[in-house]
């Protein structure tokens, strides 16, 4: 309990100094970097971990009601499987696989840039726990780019959910990334999300601040 208060409270103090930076301009957004992960269903939580088992909380994520589990799974492919990915919670009404478009290569499937949700047509795999495995037919995207925004940050900045936005990044691997989506609700924090092979095309690790841009 000590430690989750102490990164809850590492959290809050970081998510503090990025709402001070974009009090002084509120165009720089602070960079979260997703690594692969899963989000899983109550039905599909009890066939990998057991009937009525629960996810055990291990730090918080910087979205409000998020978490990383000490809970993983394997996913298996045609070609390949990768193991310990890791679960976040809580739990959702269906599964989601996020997987770096390399990850697809190694598991021998194609999954589709897709906006968390957006699962029709998705890709499908097999995904191992300790309790069992469950065969998707579908659920496996390549999350595309996008910022969560407080409700005032995108007032300020004259977006809204839904518009595409450039985002220039500095330093020495730095340029502007396109097509990058708004997402603004009240239970959000100010946040761009991009993937690993994203992040390490830039030069970009978490907390590193980039500028959104207008189109």
């Known amino acids: 309990m000590f430690l989750h208060s102490l990164i809850d409270r590492i959290l809050a103090e970081l998510l503090a100094q990025g709402a001070a930076a974009a009090e002084t301009d509120p165009a720089l957004v602070p960079v979260g970097v997703s690594n692969r992960h899963v989000h899983l269903s109550r039905p599909d939580m009890d066939a990998l971990f057991g009937p009525g088992s629960s996810l055990t909380r291990m730090k918080a994520m910087k979205q409000p009601g998020q978490y990383a589990a000490t809970e993983t799974v394997t996913l298996r492919g045609p070609k ?16 989601q696989i996020e997987i770096s478009v390399a990850d697809g290569f190694t598991l021998g499937i194609k999954p589709p840039m897709r906006m968390s949700g957006k699962l029709d047509g998705s890709a499908g795999l097999t995904v191992i726990g300790p309790a069992g495995s469950v065969t998707k037919d579908s659920g496996v995207i390549v999350a595309l780019r996008h910022i969560h925004m407080r409700p005032e940050d995108a007032v300020r900045l004259g977006v809204k959910t839904g518009d595409s936005v450039d985002v220039v990044v500095s330093g020495p691997r730095g340029g502007v990334m396109h097509h990058v989506a708004i997402r603004s609700d009240e239970v959000s924090a100010t946040e761009m999300h991009i993937d690993v092979e994203e992040a390490n095309a830039f030069g970009l690790t978490n907390d590193a601040l980039v500028r959104l841009r207008k189109v």
């Not at 390949?80 to 599964?95: A, D, F, H, N």
């Open 80 to 95: 390949g499987e990768i193991g310990k990915v890791r679960v976040l919670g809580p739990l959702r009404k269906e599964t």
